[in-house]
Nanobody, 124 residues
Framework: QVQLQESGGGLVQAGGSLRLSCAAS????????MGWFRQAPGHEREFVAA????????RYADSVKARFTISRDNNRNTVDLQMNSLKAEDTAVYYC?????????????????WGQGTPVTVSS
């Protein structure tokens, strides 16, 4: 089992940057593929980015490609999401998720554990 805690959310102007971080408990962090999802008010939770267990493979939603970068540090049990060139439509609660022995999945149902979320607001 793994517990996830996101941090780094906040208020930023359009065009700005934020870096989200997710800290995982447990000693088997490298057994989990990791993903970031987001949910805006009145919308379904949607895929943002994912990274493989070793960090060599990544996957992004089309809406964030070339603007967001996912990375992980298996020694520190963390996965980060660097968000650049933020837009108002990026406003949402961002969730970290873990998939046990998974891959760079884009479907919510492929993830086993979720954090509580961190809110991001982009003002235009």
């Amino acid at each position: 089992q793994v517990q996830l805690q996101e941090s780094g959310g906040g208020l930023v102007q359009a065009g700005g940057s934020l870096r989200l971080s997710c800290a995982a408990s447990g000693r088997t962090f490298s057994s989990y593929a990791m993903g970031w999802f987001r949910q805006a008010p009145g919308h379904e939770r949607e895929f943002v980015a994912a990274i493989s267990r070793g960090g060599r493979s990544t996957r992004y939603a089309d809406s964030v490609k070339a603007r967001f970068t996912i990375s992980r540090d298996n020694n520190r049990n963390t996965v980060d999401l660097q968000m650049n060139s933020l837009k108002a439509e990026d406003t949402a609660v961002y969730y970290c998720a873990a998939s046990y022995y998974g891959n760079t999945y884009a479907s919510k149902s492929d993830y086993d554990y979720w954090g509580q979320g961190t809110p991001v607001t982009v003002s235009s």
